[in-house]
């Protein structure tokens, strides 16, 4: 069988081309504009603060609230004119973007996996001087516009390491800094009737009664509501004293019994210790790799086929997976808290993906993407502390960062 799929490379690495970066620097503030409807806003004291960097080694790490956020770095570094490097998700290699991407400095990390060749590839760019690194601390998408999801150590760890290696050479520690990046959208226009159009779009698909004097948060909670009874019976899991139980109570008891399914199904070891994003990447990479497998099923014998899993269940496994890190980070009362239209849409999206089976939906109106920049740390003024507490200190130093984005983010 590992003949049959060798062609499914383990690890795509970063293949600059500056000519290619040049030119997509140049043409990426209109393009951006056209095709992603947003347009960057970072003031001038942000630009000087990371520029004043510039021979330094810099590790950025900012919020991911939106697929499009990798390109919000991307046109940053057009104004700064630097180049960055990019660590991305190995499943945004095997699509037909994956050569380009590439050759604009992004490589693979598979994730919640000890991806050997991509760690190798991290350290080897925080020892050379001037780099810039770009690594999404929250691993994935959050779908929320102005709150962030746990970060994950790992960037400041691989840092850490780098440092270490440079030191065992005899050198001196050297200087290199995380900066903080705080990413927020706004919309530029009145987005009532755009929420309201959703909402019926929503109410429509579910065959809901509008009535005629709710507001569009009560409308929002009735869909909602309806969205997790669909996926509650999907499960087998509905019963009418389940439904009088608080939303917090029975979201939890999805995702539990959705990432307990699949890690069976799977031959999974089950990690209720790990928080569930992490063990939903790992789901997700095993069941890429099975269906690598499966694509040359007429080719294997069935005795080899893996742990008994067929094609025809993987179509249920990929929709479990997909609910559960669209669904991971939210909350009730995420618009109560704040009934601004930028979360009442990032809500609405959320349930247009669950409910039309959408993977990207459309920007629903033009925006700014604002950026912030905390104050850089230099993470050699930690070194002393690493070298005789590393789990400590890593941990101290991602809290640090993670503050400083979430506090900026209430400033945009």
Excluded at 66 to 85: R, W
Excluded at 226 to 238: F, G, R, S
Excluded at 280 to 301: G, H, N, Q, S
Excluded at 324 to 347: H, K, Q, S
Aim: charged residues 20%; proline residues 5%; glycine residues 4%.
């Amino acid at each position: 069988m590992d003949k049959i799929i060798q062609h499914k490379a383990n690890f795509y690495s970063p293949r600059l081309n500056p000519f290619l970066v040049r030119l997509a620097q140049f043409i990426a503030p209109s393009a951006v504009s056209w095709f992603f409807q947003f347009e960057l806003v970072v003031s001038r004291e942000c630009l000087t603060k990371i520029d004043s960097l510039k021979n330094q080694r810099l590790l950025l790490l900012p919020n991911h609230p939106t697929f499009q956020d990798p390109i919000v770095m991307f046109v940053l570094s057009a104004q700064l004119k630097q180049t960055f490097y990019y660590l991305a998700a190995y499943e945004l290699f095997t699509s037909s973007l994956g050569g380009i991407v590439q050759q604009l400095g992004a490589y693979s990390i598979r994730r919640s996996l000890v991806d050997r060749k991509s760690i190798a590839q991290t350290l080897k760019l925080l020892t050379q001087p001037g780099c810039r690194l770009v690594i999404f601390p929250e691993g994935g998408c959050s779908f929320q516009n102005d709150t962030v999801m746990p970060f994950r150590v790992g960037a400041v760890q691989i840092a850490f390491q780098s440092m270490s290696k440079t030191v065992l050479l005899g050198e001196p520690v050297p200087d290199l800094y995380l900066l903080p990046v705080s990413i927020k959208y706004r919309y530029t226009q009145d987005m009532s009737q755009v929420i309201n159009q959703t909402l019926r779009r929503l109410e429509q698909a579910l065959n809901l009664k509008i009535v005629s004097l709710s507001t569009s948060y009560q409308r929002l909670r009735a869909i909602a509501q309806a969205v997790l009874v669909k996926v509650e019976l999907d499960y087998e899991l509905h019963t009418d004293e389940i439904s009088t139980q608080p939303w917090e109570q029975r979201i939890s008891r999805l995702r539990t019994y959705i990432l307990e399914n699949c890690e069976q199904q799977l031959g999974i070891a089950n990690s209720t210790n790990e928080p569930v994003r992490e063990r939903t990447y790992r789901v997700e990479y095993a069941l890429k790799t099975k269906a690598d497998a499966l694509e040359f099923e007429e080719a294997i014998p069935k005795s080899d086929m893996l742990e008994g899993i067929r094609a025809s269940n993987f179509q249920l496994i990929e929709k479990s997976v997909k609910r559960l890190l669209n669904f991971d980070a939210i909350y009730d009362g995420y618009v109560a808290e704040a009934p601004t239209p930028e979360r009442f849409l990032d809500t609405l999206t959320r349930l247009e993906r669950e409910v039309f089976d959408i993977d990207k939906p459309s920007p629903k109106g033009y925006r700014q993407a604002r950026i912030k920049v905390g104050e850089p740390l230099n993470l050699k003024d930690f070194f002393a502390d690493y070298q005789s507490s590393r789990t400590h200190t890593v941990n101290t130093v991602m809290l640090k960062i993670q503050q400083a984005v979430q506090n900026n983010l209430g400033s945009l």
